[in-house]
């Protein structure tokens, strides 16, 4: 019913910046919310950026004002662009979606390493 398939992660110098991508494929549900969560290793899982169908948006603190989530409505995409990146943002990075009620999937993940 639901795939999501992630790119975009990789190695990058601090100050530098990436783009995530979170494509969805959704059968009979509608999509309420898209986003993007992070773990760090020894830590638990944080919400990154979300993005809801009526457009509101919600960011962790630590990523306000370097991170900005998007969305292509056309091809039920959603982007994630980190710029200004630290290393401890340094990550997996889950793409998540909500949809029906109450339903939730996530993506395999993708590695994000902010290093000199």
């Known amino acids: 019913q639901v795939q999501l398939v992630e790119s975009g992660g990789g190695l990058v110098q601090p100050g530098g910046s990436l783009r995530l991508s979170c494509a969805a494929s959704?059968?009979?549900?509608?999509?309420?919310?898209m986003g993007w969560y992070r773990q760090a290793p020894g830590k638990e899982r944080e919400l990154v950026a979300r993005?809801?169908?009526?457009?509101?948006?919600n960011y962790a603190d630590s990523v306000k004002g370097r991170f900005t989530i998007s969305r292509d409505n056309a091809k039920n995409t959603v982007y994630l662009q980190m710029n200004s990146l630290k290393a401890e943002d340094t990550a997996v990075y889950y793409c998540?979606?909500?949809?029906?009620?109450?339903?939730?999937?996530w993506g395999q993940g993708t590695q994000v390493t902010v290093s000199s």
């Open positions: 959704v059968r009979f549900f509608s999509i309420n919310a």
């Open positions: 993005l809801t169908s009526g457009d509101s948006t």
């Open positions: 998540n979606v909500e949809y029906g009620l109450g339903r939730r999937s």
